[in-house]
């Protein structure tokens, strides 16, 4: 499966951004669905995940309660609705797709990435 995330910019904090990721190849709704992020000189971070169907979610203690992810999967998209934006949330987000989903969403090595959308956040 092909990742191509959009929507990344830059915005003042307390702003809101939303993130679509577009996925083309095998069937969309095979696979749960995430959003991770790198900061400049940190390591990779989990942010977000959906179940196949959209019923499940699961955040990051980080983002909980200000970021909403959802999936059309008749658009074979995934979206991150970011609200009440922080500087520390700077970095570079990817979208992924995984073939299992769990407790704690996908797992830390998803199956396929798409490259990374910029989102900076200015104080």
């Known amino acids: 499966v092909q990742l191509q995330a959009s929507g990344g910019g830059l915005v003042q904090a307390g702003g809101s951004l939303r993130l679509s990721c577009a996925a083309s190849?095998?069937?969309?709704?095979?696979?749960?669905m995430g959003w991770f992020r790198q900061a400049p000189g940190k390591e990779l971070e989990f942010v977000a995940a959906?179940?196949?169907?959209?019923?499940?979610?699961y955040y990051a203690d980080s983002v909980k309660g200000r970021f909403t992810i959802s999936r059309d999967n008749a658009k074979n998209t995934v979206y991150l609705q970011m609200n009440s934006l922080k500087p520390e949330d700077t970095a570079v987000y990817y979208c992924?797709?995984?073939?299992?989903?769990?407790?704690?969403?996908?797992?830390?090595?998803?199956?396929?990435w798409g490259q990374g959308t910029q989102v900076t956040v200015s104080s």
């Open positions: 992924v797709a995984d073939t299992a989903y769990g407790e704690h969403g996908v797992r830390p090595t998803p199956d396929y």
């Open positions: 190849g095998r069937t969309f709704s095979s696979y749960a």
């Open positions: 959906v179940s196949w169907s959209g019923g499940s979610t």
